[in-house]
């Protein structure tokens, strides 16, 4: 079984400051892909970032990028010039084929962002 | 506009009445699968459906219903709602694994979301 946990329900960061969100996971996989979804109040999914298993390099997306230490099984997320409109709920979630490629969700970490 | 839709957005129903929450989708996704969002739980998939006619269960299957007849729709039906399925609910489609390029690859894409309120 494939499980995601992310540690820190909640977090706080200012504006223009940057933030590391948690995600450690736990899968026998070799072949997997691991994401952030970003959830704001209007409940809408929004996939904010994707690492492939097998990449050594950590993903980027503007000021989105991921710590990957895949020895570790850790996936966490860094918001830099943090944004009013960050403010969100972060899921992490994990994939693979052999889980009929369901996105395995971790609980999910709200996001503050501060004037 | 590629997009999955899903309607209705809210619904309000009574224990024991039969609904359905449609999912539509316009990217030819071979992949569709839907989701409930509890607080403290994240989401959990309920069922999912690698192509027309091929559908199994999820995480949470128990009470739910779901059918691919087309290739764009995957509808979720709730035979007899009890108030435990009172949640949020997503559905998600997916390109099939190694079309779409590289870049599109796993990548679910998510409705809007059904709020469902049983009473």
């Known amino acids: 079984a494939q499980t995601v946990t992310q540690s820190q329900p909640e977090m706080s960061v200012q504006e223009a400051e940057t933030v590391t969100l948690s995600c450690t996971y736990d899968?026998?996989?070799?072949?997997?892909?691991l994401f952030w979804y970003k959830q704001p109040p209007s409940r809408q999914m929004i996939l904010v970032i994707r690492q492939e298993a097998y990449k050594q390099q950590n993903a980027t997306e503007n000021r989105f990028s991921v710590n990957f230490q895949k020895a570790a099984k850790s996936f966490s997320l860094k918001i830099s010039d943090s944004q009013l409109g960050d403010a969100a709920m972060y899921f992490c979630a994990l994939t693979n084929s052999n889980s009929g490629y369901a996105l395995n969700f971790g609980k999910g970490t709200s996001l503050l962002v501060t004037p | 506009e590629a997009q999955v839709t899903q309607n209705p957005r809210y619904l309000i129903t009574v224990t024991g009445k039969k609904l359905t929450v449609t999912c539509s989708q316009n990217?030819?996704?071979?992949?569709m699968s839907w989701y409930r969002q509890d607080p403290g739980l994240g989401l959990r998939q309920i069922y999912y459906?690698?192509?027309?006619?091929?559908?199994d269960k999820g995480d949470v299957p128990e009470g739910y219903k779901v059918s691919r007849k087309e290739k764009r729709n995957f509808p979720l039906i709730l035979e007899s709602p009890s108030p435990n399925q009172t949640s949020l609910y997503f559905c998600?489609?997916?390109?099939?694994?190694?079309?779409?390029?590289?870049?599109?690859?796993?990548?679910?894409?998510f409705g809007a979301g059904t709020r469902l309120s049983v009473l």
């Open positions: 459906s690698m192509n027309v006619e091929a559908t």
């Open positions: 998600a489609s997916r390109a099939r694994s190694g079309t779409g390029g590289s870049e599109g690859k796993n990548i679910q894409y």
């Open positions: 899968t026998s996989e070799s072949d997997y892909y």
């Open positions: 990217m030819n996704h071979e992949y």
